[in-house]
T-cell receptor
Framework: QKEVEQDPGPLSVPEGAIVSLNCTYS??????FMWYRQYSRKGPELLMY????GNKEDGRFTAQVDKSSKYISLFIRDSQPSDSATYLC??????????FGTGTRLLVSP | DTGVSQNPRHKITKRGQNVTFRCDPI?????LYWYRQTLGQGPEFLTY????????KSRLLSDRFSAERPKGSFSTLEIQRTEQGDSAMYLC???????????FGPGTRLTVL
Protein backbone atom coordinates (compact mmCIF):
# COMPACT_ATOMS: atom_id res chain seq x y z
CA GLN A 1 0.00 0.00 0.00
CA LYS A 2 1.31 3.42 -0.93
CA GLU A 3 1.85 6.03 1.77
CA VAL A 4 -0.19 8.56 -0.23
CA GLU A 5 -3.23 7.60 -2.30
CA GLN A 6 -4.72 9.82 -4.97
CA ASP A 7 -7.33 9.04 -7.61
CA PRO A 8 -5.61 9.38 -11.00
CA GLY A 9 -8.77 10.54 -12.78
CA PRO A 10 -9.23 11.97 -15.31
CA LEU A 11 -11.73 14.32 -13.75
CA SER A 12 -13.75 16.18 -16.39
CA VAL A 13 -15.76 19.28 -15.46
CA PRO A 14 -17.35 22.18 -17.35
CA GLU A 15 -15.90 25.66 -17.09
CA GLY A 16 -17.07 27.44 -13.95
CA ALA A 17 -17.54 24.27 -11.88
CA ILE A 18 -16.17 23.77 -8.40
CA VAL A 19 -13.50 21.09 -8.42
CA SER A 20 -12.62 18.89 -5.45
CA LEU A 21 -9.32 16.98 -5.47
CA ASN A 22 -8.39 14.65 -2.63
CA CYS A 23 -5.62 12.55 -1.15
CA THR A 24 -5.45 10.13 1.74
CA TYR A 25 -2.30 9.13 3.55
CA SER A 26 -1.21 6.55 6.07
CA UNK A 27 1.77 8.11 7.87
CA UNK A 28 0.49 10.04 10.88
CA UNK A 29 3.90 11.77 11.16
CA UNK A 30 3.19 13.91 8.09
CA UNK A 31 2.75 17.52 9.19
CA UNK A 32 3.24 19.57 6.03
CA PHE A 33 0.98 19.28 3.01
CA MET A 34 1.41 20.71 -0.45
CA TRP A 35 -0.42 20.81 -3.73
CA TYR A 36 1.48 21.10 -6.96
CA ARG A 37 0.12 21.71 -10.45
CA GLN A 38 1.89 20.05 -13.35
CA TYR A 39 1.21 20.83 -16.98
CA SER A 40 2.07 18.19 -19.56
CA ARG A 41 5.83 17.68 -19.90
CA LYS A 42 6.61 20.43 -17.38
CA GLY A 43 7.92 20.46 -13.83
CA PRO A 44 5.54 20.66 -10.84
CA GLU A 45 4.56 24.17 -9.71
CA LEU A 46 3.82 24.78 -6.04
CA LEU A 47 0.22 25.95 -5.57
CA MET A 48 -0.59 25.62 -1.89
CA TYR A 49 1.37 24.89 1.26
CA UNK A 50 -0.25 24.13 4.61
CA UNK A 51 0.89 23.01 8.01
CA UNK A 52 -1.13 20.64 10.20
CA UNK A 53 -4.93 20.71 10.14
CA GLY A 54 -7.16 23.52 8.91
CA ASN A 55 -7.98 25.53 5.82
CA LYS A 56 -5.96 27.88 3.68
CA GLU A 57 -7.34 30.03 0.89
CA ASP A 58 -5.50 31.68 -1.98
CA GLY A 59 -7.65 33.24 -4.67
CA ARG A 60 -9.75 30.52 -6.30
CA PHE A 61 -7.90 27.76 -4.43
CA THR A 62 -8.65 26.39 -0.97
CA ALA A 63 -6.62 23.68 0.72
CA GLN A 64 -8.05 21.65 3.59
CA VAL A 65 -6.26 19.26 5.90
CA ASP A 66 -7.98 16.84 8.27
CA LYS A 67 -5.22 15.06 10.15
CA SER A 68 -7.65 13.03 12.23
CA SER A 69 -8.91 11.38 9.04
CA LYS A 70 -5.56 11.56 7.22
CA TYR A 71 -7.34 13.31 4.37
CA ILE A 72 -6.44 16.44 2.43
CA SER A 73 -8.37 18.32 -0.24
CA LEU A 74 -7.87 21.05 -2.80
CA PHE A 75 -10.91 22.99 -4.00
CA ILE A 76 -10.85 25.09 -7.15
CA ARG A 77 -13.66 27.60 -7.57
CA ASP A 78 -14.82 28.94 -10.93
CA SER A 79 -12.62 26.47 -12.79
CA GLN A 80 -11.09 27.64 -16.06
CA PRO A 81 -9.79 25.70 -19.09
CA SER A 82 -6.32 26.91 -18.09
CA ASP A 83 -6.71 24.88 -14.87
CA SER A 84 -6.52 21.70 -16.98
CA ALA A 85 -3.43 19.96 -15.64
CA THR A 86 -2.35 17.20 -13.28
CA TYR A 87 -2.63 18.06 -9.60
CA LEU A 88 -0.18 16.36 -7.27
CA CYS A 89 -0.52 16.21 -3.52
CA UNK A 90 2.73 15.97 -1.57
CA UNK A 91 3.61 15.82 2.09
CA UNK A 92 6.47 15.37 4.53
CA UNK A 93 7.35 15.41 8.18
CA UNK A 94 9.13 18.73 7.74
CA UNK A 95 12.33 19.70 5.96
CA UNK A 96 12.57 16.26 4.41
CA UNK A 97 11.94 14.58 1.08
CA UNK A 98 8.45 14.91 -0.28
CA UNK A 99 6.14 11.92 -0.69
CA PHE A 100 3.76 12.40 -3.60
CA GLY A 101 0.46 10.97 -4.69
CA THR A 102 0.10 9.70 -8.24
CA GLY A 103 -1.59 12.92 -9.36
CA THR A 104 -5.13 13.60 -10.57
CA ARG A 105 -5.57 14.71 -14.15
CA LEU A 106 -8.15 17.51 -14.41
CA LEU A 107 -9.85 18.51 -17.66
CA VAL A 108 -11.94 21.70 -17.71
CA SER A 109 -13.98 22.06 -20.86
CA PRO A 110 -15.10 25.49 -22.18
CA ASP B 1 14.57 36.09 -10.75
CA THR B 2 15.64 32.72 -11.98
CA GLY B 3 14.04 29.52 -10.82
CA VAL B 4 15.52 26.05 -10.88
CA SER B 5 17.00 25.23 -14.26
CA GLN B 6 17.81 21.83 -15.70
CA ASN B 7 19.78 20.79 -18.74
CA PRO B 8 19.29 19.19 -21.11
CA ARG B 9 15.52 19.28 -21.29
CA HIS B 10 15.38 16.15 -23.39
CA LYS B 11 17.85 13.34 -23.85
CA ILE B 12 17.52 10.34 -26.13
CA THR B 13 20.15 7.66 -25.75
CA LYS B 14 20.76 4.05 -26.62
CA ARG B 15 20.75 1.30 -24.03
CA GLY B 16 24.13 0.93 -22.42
CA GLN B 17 25.24 4.53 -22.88
CA ASN B 18 26.04 6.90 -20.02
CA VAL B 19 24.12 10.13 -19.54
CA THR B 20 24.61 13.14 -17.28
CA PHE B 21 22.05 15.75 -16.28
CA ARG B 22 22.66 19.12 -14.66
CA CYS B 23 20.57 21.07 -12.18
CA ASP B 24 21.11 24.70 -11.18
CA PRO B 25 19.06 25.48 -8.07
CA ILE B 26 17.61 28.81 -7.04
CA UNK B 27 20.56 30.89 -5.93
CA UNK B 28 21.23 30.71 -2.19
CA UNK B 29 19.14 27.54 -1.82
CA UNK B 30 21.51 25.19 -0.07
CA UNK B 31 19.19 22.15 -0.17
CA LEU B 32 18.83 20.25 -3.42
CA TYR B 33 16.74 17.18 -4.28
CA TRP B 34 16.52 14.82 -7.22
CA TYR B 35 13.29 12.99 -8.02
CA ARG B 36 12.24 10.65 -10.80
CA GLN B 37 8.79 10.64 -12.36
CA THR B 38 7.45 7.94 -14.67
CA LEU B 39 4.32 8.26 -16.77
CA GLY B 40 1.15 8.39 -14.70
CA GLN B 41 3.01 8.48 -11.40
CA GLY B 42 4.03 11.15 -8.95
CA PRO B 43 7.69 12.07 -8.47
CA GLU B 44 9.74 9.64 -6.37
CA PHE B 45 12.65 10.76 -4.24
CA LEU B 46 16.14 9.80 -5.38
CA THR B 47 18.67 11.78 -3.36
CA TYR B 48 19.22 14.91 -1.27
CA UNK B 49 22.09 17.36 -0.79
CA UNK B 50 22.72 19.90 1.90
CA UNK B 51 25.39 22.13 0.41
CA UNK B 52 27.92 19.69 -1.07
CA UNK B 53 27.08 16.81 1.27
CA UNK B 54 24.85 14.03 -0.03
CA UNK B 55 22.78 13.24 3.04
CA UNK B 56 20.21 10.75 1.83
CA LYS B 57 19.85 8.28 -1.02
CA SER B 58 16.81 6.25 -1.96
CA ARG B 59 17.06 2.54 -2.59
CA LEU B 60 15.81 3.50 -6.06
CA LEU B 61 19.28 4.90 -6.66
CA SER B 62 21.09 1.80 -7.89
CA ASP B 63 24.87 1.65 -8.19
CA ARG B 64 24.52 2.80 -11.80
CA PHE B 65 23.36 6.18 -10.54
CA SER B 66 25.64 8.78 -9.03
CA ALA B 67 24.95 12.35 -8.01
CA GLU B 68 27.31 15.12 -7.05
CA ARG B 69 27.18 18.70 -5.92
CA PRO B 70 30.87 19.55 -5.78
CA LYS B 71 30.75 23.21 -4.77
CA GLY B 72 27.38 23.28 -3.14
CA SER B 73 25.81 25.06 -6.11
CA PHE B 74 24.84 23.07 -9.23
CA SER B 75 24.38 19.32 -9.13
CA THR B 76 24.85 16.54 -11.65
CA LEU B 77 23.10 13.19 -11.90
CA GLU B 78 24.86 10.52 -13.94
CA ILE B 79 23.37 7.24 -15.07
CA GLN B 80 25.81 4.64 -16.30
CA ARG B 81 24.90 1.77 -18.64
CA THR B 82 21.39 3.05 -19.17
CA GLU B 83 18.50 0.60 -19.35
CA GLN B 84 15.07 1.05 -20.91
CA GLY B 85 13.60 1.13 -17.41
CA ASP B 86 15.54 4.34 -16.76
CA SER B 87 13.28 6.20 -19.19
CA ALA B 88 11.56 8.85 -17.07
CA MET B 89 11.44 12.53 -16.22
CA TYR B 90 14.26 13.48 -13.85
CA LEU B 91 13.28 16.42 -11.68
CA CYS B 92 15.42 18.64 -9.51
CA UNK B 93 14.07 20.73 -6.65
CA UNK B 94 15.66 23.18 -4.24
CA UNK B 95 14.71 24.90 -1.03
CA UNK B 96 16.07 27.43 1.37
CA UNK B 97 17.49 25.97 4.55
CA UNK B 98 14.94 27.75 6.74
CA UNK B 99 11.88 26.82 4.68
CA UNK B 100 10.10 23.60 3.82
CA UNK B 101 8.74 24.52 0.38
CA UNK B 102 10.52 22.82 -2.52
CA UNK B 103 10.62 24.46 -5.93
CA PHE B 104 11.01 22.29 -8.98
CA GLY B 105 12.80 22.73 -12.26
CA PRO B 106 11.32 21.86 -15.65
CA GLY B 107 12.86 18.39 -15.62
CA THR B 108 15.00 16.38 -18.00
CA ARG B 109 13.07 13.82 -20.01
CA LEU B 110 15.19 10.74 -20.69
CA THR B 111 14.31 8.23 -23.36
CA VAL B 112 16.40 5.07 -23.54
CA LEU B 113 16.02 3.19 -26.83
Amino acid sequence: QKEVEQDPGPLSVPEGAIVSLNCTYSNSAFQYFMWYRQYSRKGPELLMYTYSSGNKEDGRFTAQVDKSSKYISLFIRDSQPSDSATYLCAMNTGFQKLVFGTGTRLLVSP
Amino acid sequence: DTGVSQNPRHKITKRGQNVTFRCDPISEHNRLYWYRQTLGQGPEFLTYFQNEAQLEKSRLLSDRFSAERPKGSFSTLEIQRTEQGDSAMYLCASRDGGANEQFFGPGTRLTVL
